[in-house]
Each structure stands twice: as structure tokens, then as C-alpha cells.
Nanobody, 120 residues
Framework: VQLQASGGGLVQAGGSLRLSCVVS????????MAWFRQAPGKEREFVAR???????TRYADSVKGRFTISWDNAQIVWLQMNSLLPEDTAVYYC???????????????WGQGTLVTVSS
């Protein structure tokens, strides 16, 4: 499985961006897709995840109500980011876990990251 993330860029506070992550290789409904981010000088943190069995999505409190994760049959996981804040500035990574129960950042495959910069 390989992941290719894109869609990052520079945006003003209050703006929107949509990140995409193209997943190549065989994917099963027992997998979970997720987005993480790492801001400069900080540890990587969870952003959102979606189980591919149709289960509920989950979000970090800091992005709830502003970000939306989704998956389509073209094997792309999306992250729609609205009402962006300067503190959303980070490198965003997509990830895949080969199971539905996932804890922390225990994912099996990672993309290369895409930089999102939000100016104030």
C-alpha cells in the first residue's frame, strides 16, 4: 500500500483547503484511514479518521465542526478543512491501518505529507 498526499498550500485565516490522499494497492473494508498533522516544533497529532466499513468518523476536538474526512471508491481519502486558523499550520499526513480498532498513531502505512500554512 502506498499513499500520496496533496492539496496543501498557503491560505488566509478563515479560508478553506481540501487535502487528498490517493491510496494505491489493495484496500479492504476492515481498514481505517486517517489524517495526522505535525506543526513546527511539536509532536505529530491525530486529526481525523474514518473506518472503511461505514462506521463513524472521529475528529480531534481542535478540528471538530471545521474539518470533514471522507473516502471514495477511487481510493482517495479527503480532508475538507474550513474556517482555518493559524494554529492549523502543519504538515498533514495521511495514514492507513489494517484494522478497524486503532489506538494513537499505530498505523501501518504513511504518506509523505503536505504542508498547510494558514496566515493571520
Amino acid at each position: 500500500v502506498q499513499l500520496q498526499a496533496s492539496g496543501g498550500g498557503l491560505v488566509q485565516a478563515g479560508g478553506s483547503l481540501r487535502l487528498s490522499c490517493v491510496v494505491s494497492g489493495r484496500i479492504f473494508t476492515t481498514y481505517t484511514m486517517a489524517w495526522f498533522r505535525q506543526a513546527p516544533g511539536k509532536e505529530r497529532e491525530f486529526v481525523a479518521r474514518i473506518p472503511l466499513n461505514g462506521g463513524s468518523t472521529r475528529y480531534a476536538d481542535s478540528v471538530k465542526g471545521r474539518f470533514t474526512i471522507s473516502w471514495d471508491n477511487a481510493q482517495i481519502v479527503w480532508l475538507q478543512m474550513n474556517s482555518l486558523l493559524p494554529e492549523d499550520t502543519a504538515v498533514y499526513y495521511c495514514a492507513v491501518a489494517r484494522r478497524l480498532m486503532v489506538w494513537g498513531s499505530n498505523y501501518d502505512y504513511w504518506g509523505q505529507g503536505t504542508l498547510v500554512t494558514v496566515s493571520s
